[in-house]
């Protein structure tokens, strides 16, 4: 249980480091001449397929996906999908870091989602939590700086639907190994976002736009997804996210490098209190995601008996 309980939190950790890199490539590559429905379509498409590319080629165990499992995948995509459109409006608005600091309110509602699954977490994690949200309101507290409001709604409204589609993502995988759920995850994506590029923009970048950004963000997002679902499968959904609030950093950190975005003191006090809430995971005990399997609002996500060796040893 222990062995397996470092992994996930490697895992975690993991993507959230992919993840923070997230918000500085979209940012850059909507300053250097891409829409954000250009930037969410297209790093979206591309790593749904060199994901399904690979899988097919090398792996191709990972293509098979019980019928409910597959439409949790689908349900979960959908939604994350329509919560990268609104996290890359929102990034047009914002700066990086504080969209990023907007985003990672993401944890309280996935406690919210937990709670309702009855998957509750324990008094630590709730502690961590207080303490988080104390964080991110230094971490928000911008003097002399006026902020987007709509840019502030859109990128909550991207933290909630976030927070939604990783509890969905753990019933799948209580079954299902964390790259088939990503592969089918980031399909169910491309189909929600690419079809809105198609929709309500449609605008191609000129020749000389830089596609190096777009390319970094490419490769983040199958790298943390691939994580993400190895630590949600393995710790959780619930600590997957609190362990995910590092991202937070390695944003600011490259924000500040890259795009020249500057932190008051205030500001790293609360990233420093962000970080204690990260520390304290290894006095939070272990809970691995268990499930009634009767009730809760995504009880109907049960999957079939499988036999033990399908997916063979990258199980």
Same mark, same amino acid.
């Given at each position: 249980?222990?062995?397996?309980?470092?992994?996930?939190?490697?895992?975690?950790?993991?993507?959230?480091?992919?993840?923070?890199?997230?918000?500085?490539?979209?940012?850059?590559?909507?300053?250097?001449?891409?829409?954000?429905?250009?930037?969410?379509?297209?790093?979206?498409?591309?790593?749904?397929?060199?994901?399904?590319?690979?899988?097919?080629? %090398?792996?191709?165990?990972?293509?098979?996906?019980?019928?409910?499992?597959?439409?949790?995948?689908?349900?979960?995509?959908?939604? !994350?999908?329509?919560?990268?459109?609104?996290?890359?409006?929102?990034?047009?608005?914002?700066?990086?870091?504080?969209?990023?600091?907007?985003?990672?309110?993401?944890?309280?509602?996935?406690?919210?989602?937990?709670?309702?699954?009855?998957?509750?977490?324990? /008094?630590?994690?709730?502690? /961590?939590?207080?303490?988080?949200?104390?964080?991110?309101?230094?971490?928000?507290?911008?003097? @002399?700086?006026?902020?987007?409001?709509?840019?502030?709604?859109? $990128?909550?409204?991207?933290?909630?639907?976030?927070? $939604?589609?990783?509890?969905?993502?753990?019933?799948?995988?209580?079954?299902?190994?964390?790259?088939?759920?990503?592969?089918?995850?980031?399909?169910?994506?491309?189909?929600?976002?690419?079809?809105?590029?198609? #929709?309500? @923009? /449609?605008?191609?970048?000129?020749? !000389?736009?830089?596609?190096?950004?777009?390319?970094?963000?490419?490769?983040?997002?199958?790298?943390?997804?691939?994580?993400?679902? #190895?630590?949600?499968?393995?710790?959780?959904?619930?600590?997957? *996210?609190?362990?995910?609030?590092?991202?937070?950093?390695? *944003?600011?950190?490259?924000? !500040?490098?890259?795009?020249?975005?500057?932190?008051?003191?205030?500001?790293?006090?609360?990233?420093?209190?962000?970080?204690?809430?990260?520390?304290?995971?290894?006095?939070?005990?272990?809970?691995? =995601?268990?499930?009634?399997?009767?009730?809760?609002?995504?009880?109907?996500?049960?999957?079939?008996?499988?036999?033990? @060796?399908? %997916?063979? =040893?990258?199980?």
């Amino acid at each position: 249980m222990q062995k397996k309980y470092k992994a996930g939190i490697t895992a975690a950790f993991s993507s959230a480091l992919f993840l923070g890199f997230a918000p500085v490539f979209g940012k850059l590559a909507i300053t250097q001449g891409f829409s954000p429905f250009a930037v969410v379509a297209l790093r979206t498409g591309f790593a749904a397929g060199i994901l399904l590319l690979v899988i097919g080629i %090398f792996y191709r165990q990972y293509l098979y996906i019980f019928p409910v499992g597959l439409a949790g995948c689908i349900l979960a995509g959908s939604i !994350n999908g329509l919560g990268s459109l609104l996290y890359y409006l929102a990034l047009e608005r914002l700066n990086a870091s504080v969209g990023q600091l907007l985003y990672s309110l993401y944890p309280f509602f996935v406690a919210i989602w937990l709670t309702l699954d009855h998957q509750p977490p324990s /008094r630590l994690t709730f502690f /961590r939590i207080g303490l988080a949200a104390i964080a991110v309101f230094f971490l928000t507290r911008m003097p @002399d700086q006026s902020v987007d409001l709509t840019g502030v709604f859109l $990128m909550i409204g991207a933290s909630i639907l976030y927070a $939604m589609h990783l509890p969905i993502n753990q019933r799948v995988l209580f079954e299902v190994p964390a790259p088939t759920v990503a592969l089918y995850t980031l399909l169910s994506m491309s189909a929600v976002v690419i079809p809105a590029y198609l #929709l309500f @923009d /449609r605008a191609w970048p000129e020749i !000389n736009t830089p596609w190096l950004p777009v390319l970094g963000l490419t490769f983040v997002t199958i790298s943390s997804r691939i994580a993400l679902f #190895l630590g949600v499968k393995k710790i959780g959904g619930m600590q997957t *996210a609190l362990l995910g609030l590092a991202e937070l950093l390695i *944003a600011i950190l490259f924000s !500040n490098i890259w795009l020249g975005e500057n932190l008051s003191p205030l500001q790293w006090l609360g990233a420093i209190g962000l970080g204690l809430s990260l520390l304290l995971v290894m006095f939070d005990p272990p809970q691995p =995601p268990t499930y009634s399997g009767k009730t809760g609002w995504l009880s109907w996500i049960r999957a079939p008996a499988l036999p033990k @060796d399908i %997916f063979g =040893p990258y199980e």
